[in-house]
């Protein structure tokens, strides 16, 4: 038998690991590829480029819920004056309910996806609301913070982005 003990083999010259890994780095080469593929196919995959979106999702300020646009400031004070009655006015007809001025005072019944008129910053879902068809308003009892059931314009995706 005939065993060394205690003696181990030392080579005479070790790589340091940064000089390995640029040996490791230069001996592979990388050769991007592009290929189309269905939808259904890209899971786990990789984009060749970036796709930049060229429009605002929602294109507009829009409801959230179905209910009644109000502006902020005339809800503002349920908290410290108890409800408050709004006058319901007829909505636009036309595609330009953004154009539509919502005053003081006012509330214009919407949908759920619906485009705001301008001004209209909060949304009162119909269930926190008791309509008067007779003097064709609304009350409303429970306040809520501005905005609130609003999805702003470029909230899913901004433009440029």
């Known amino acids: 038998m005939n065993h060394r003990i205690g003696m181990h ?3 005479s010259y070790y790589a340091s690991v940064p000089a390995s890994y640029s040996k490791l780095m230069n001996a592979i080469t990388i050769r991007p590829m592009a290929e ?10 990789v984009l060749w480029t970036d796709i930049i979106s060229h429009i605002d999702i929602p294109s507009s300020n829009c409801s959230h819920m179905d209910g009644f646009v109000v502006k902020y400031n005339d809800i503002s004070r349920i908290s410290q004056h108890g409800p408050i009655k709004l006058s319901v006015v007829p909505r636009r007809k036309d595609s ?3 154009n539509q001025i919502l005053l003081t005072g006012q509330t214009i019944r919407v949908s759920t996806g619906e485009v705001l008129p301008r001004l209209g910053d909060t949304v009162i879902p119909v269930e926190y609301t008791q309509f008067d068809s007779k003097n064709n308003t609304i009350t409303i009892q429970r306040d809520l913070v501005k905005g609130s059931f609003v999805s702003y314009k470029g909230s899913e995706i901004a433009r440029n982005d």
């Open 9 to 11: 083999w030392t080579p």
């Open 36 to 45: 189309s593929i269905f939808t259904e196919q890209a899971i786990g995959r």
């Open 96 to 98: 330009k309910r953004e």
